[in-house]
C-alpha cells in the first residue's frame, strides 16, 4: 500500500495521521500499529479531510479531499499500433501507477514464481514472493525496478491466480496465509494481461481497444496469434467484437475503398 505525498499538503492534518502514514510508507506494520492506523485513516476521512480509493489495478491512495480534478490530458493517439501501444502504456503508468515489464522479463519473473511455487508444499506468503521475485531479479542482473516487480506480483494476486487451499481470491494477508499457484503458468500470464486491459478500459473509456497495439504492448510484436489472443481479452472485457484494426484490415481497406 502507498501513500501519496500529497496526503501532508493540507495544514488540517493530525499527527496521528501523519504518524499512520509514515509507519505505513516504511513497511512496518504489526497488527496492532495497523489497527490504529485504520482508525487514524477513518477519523481523518469521517472529518473530511482525506479521501481514500482503491482501484482494480494500482495501489490504496490517499489524497486530500479536495474537488475532483479532472486527470491530466496524457495525449492519447490510437490511430496506429504504435501510438496505440504509447497510450495504453502511458494510461497504465500514470494514471495506476503501473509499469509494464518487458514480456521476456515479465514471463520469466511468473516462470520462476511458478517454479519455487511448485517446491514449496505449503506455499508462499505474498511477502515472501516479492524478496523472491526481487532477489530473482538481482541474481539476474535485470534491469527492473522492485517497484515494478512488486506490481507484478500484485497484479497476479488480483487475477486471482493463488489459492490458499480453498479457493482462488484476491488475498490481502501479505505476510502469514500461505499461498499456491491456483492455475497453470500460461494461464496466469494470460490473466495478468486480462487485468492490464481492464484497467485501461476502466480508467479510459474512450480508448481504442487495438488488438494489434495491446500484442505490441504485452508482447512487443503483431504476431497474429498474439493479435488473436488480445482479441479474445478485449471481447471478454467490453462485451462486444474488438475494433478491426489491424495493419492487415488497414492495408486491406486502403486497397479497397468501395468494401
Same mark, same amino acid.
Given at each position: #500500500?502507498? $501513500? +501519496?505525498?500529497?496526503? %501532508?499538503?493540507?495544514?488540517? @492534518?493530525?499527527?496521528?495521521?501523519?504518524? =499512520? /502514514?509514515?509507519?505505513?510508507?516504511?513497511?512496518?506494520?504489526?497488527?496492532?500499529?495497523?489497527?490504529?492506523?485504520?482508525?487514524?485513516?477513518?477519523?481523518?476521512?469521517?472529518?473530511?479531510?482525506?479521501?481514500?480509493?482503491?482501484?482494480?489495478?494500482?495501489?490504496?491512495?490517499?489524497?486530500?479531499?479536495?474537488?475532483?480534478?479532472?486527470?491530466?490530458?496524457?495525449?492519447?493517439?490510437?490511430?496506429?499500433?504504435?501510438?496505440?501501444?504509447?497510450?495504453?502504456?502511458?494510461?497504465?503508468?500514470?494514471?495506476?501507477?503501473?509499469?509494464?515489464?518487458?514480456?521476456?522479463?515479465?514471463?520469466?519473473?511468473?516462470?520462476?514464481?511458478?517454479?519455487?511455487?511448485?517446491?514449496?508444499?505449503?506455499?508462499?506468503?505474498?511477502?515472501? #514472493?516479492? $524478496? +523472491?521475485?526481487?532477489? %530473482?531479479?538481482?541474481?539476474? @542482473?535485470?534491469?527492473?525496478?522492485?517497484? =515494478? /516487480?512488486?506490481?507484478?506480483?500484485?497484479?497476479?494476486?488480483?487475477?486471482?491466480?493463488?489459492?490458499?487451499?480453498?479457493?482462488?481470491?484476491?488475498?490481502?494477508?501479505?505476510?502469514?496465509?500461505?499461498?499456491?499457484?491456483?492455475?497453470?503458468?500460461?494461464?496466469?500470464?494470460?490473466?495478468?494481461?486480462?487485468?492490464?486491459?481492464?484497467?485501461?478500459?476502466?480508467?479510459?473509456?474512450?480508448?481504442?481497444?487495438?488488438?494489434?497495439?495491446?500484442?505490441?504492448?504485452?508482447?512487443?510484436?503483431?504476431?497474429?496469434?498474439?493479435?488473436?489472443?488480445?482479441?479474445?481479452?478485449?471481447?471478454?472485457?467490453?462485451?462486444?467484437?474488438?475494433?478491426?484494426?489491424?495493419?492487415?484490415?488497414?492495408?486491406?481497406?486502403?486497397?479497397?475503398?468501395?468494401?
Amino acid at each position: #500500500m502507498t $501513500t +501519496e505525498r500529497k496526503v %501532508f499538503g493540507t495544514d488540517k @492534518k493530525t499527527p496521528e495521521v501523519a504518524e =499512520a /502514514v509514515g509507519r505505513i510508507r516504511q513497511f512496518r506494520a504489526t497488527p496492532t500499529a495497523v489497527a490504529r492506523d485504520i482508525r487514524s485513516y477513518v477519523a481523518a476521512q469521517d472529518q473530511g479531510l482525506i479521501q481514500v480509493s482503491q482501484s482494480i489495478v494500482g495501489d490504496m491512495r490517499l489524497a486530500p479531499a479536495v474537488p475532483h480534478e479532472e486527470a491530466p490530458d496524457l495525449g492519447l493517439d490510437f490511430s496506429t499500433p504504435e501510438s496505440s501501444c504509447d497510450g495504453y502504456r502511458a494510461i497504465l503508468l500514470e494514471r495506476k501507477s503501473v509499469p509494464i515489464i518487458d514480456w521476456d522479463d515479465r514471463s520469466g519473473l511468473v516462470t520462476h514464481l511458478w517454479s519455487v511455487l511448485a517446491d514449496e508444499p505449503d506455499g508462499l506468503s505474498i511477502s515472501e #514472493m516479492n $524478496t +523472491e521475485l526481487i532477489n %530473482f531479479v538481482r541474481w539476474g @542482473k535485470m534491469s527492473v525496478p522492485d517497484r =515494478a /516487480v512488486q506490481k507484478l506480483q500484485h497484479t497476479l494476486n488480483i487475477a486471482k491466480c493463488f489459492t490458499d487451499g480453498h479457493r482462488p481470491d484476491y488475498f490481502q494477508d501479505l505476510f502469514s496465509t500461505r499461498l499456491r499457484p491456483a492455475m497453470t503458468l500460461d494461464a496466469a500470464l494470460l490473466a495478468m494481461h486480462d487485468v492490464y486491459i481492464r484497467g485501461i478500459h476502466m480508467e479510459e473509456r474512450s480508448a481504442d481497444l487495438r488488438p494489434d497495439g495491446l500484442s505490441l504492448l504485452f508482447y512487443g510484436d503483431q504476431s497474429e496469434a498474439h493479435i488473436e489472443e488480445m482479441r479474445c481479452l478485449v471481447e471478454t472485457v467490453t462485451g462486444r467484437p474488438a475494433s478491426g484494426h489491424t495493419a492487415m484490415a488497414e492495408a486491406f481497406a486502403k486497397a479497397h475503398p468501395e468494401a
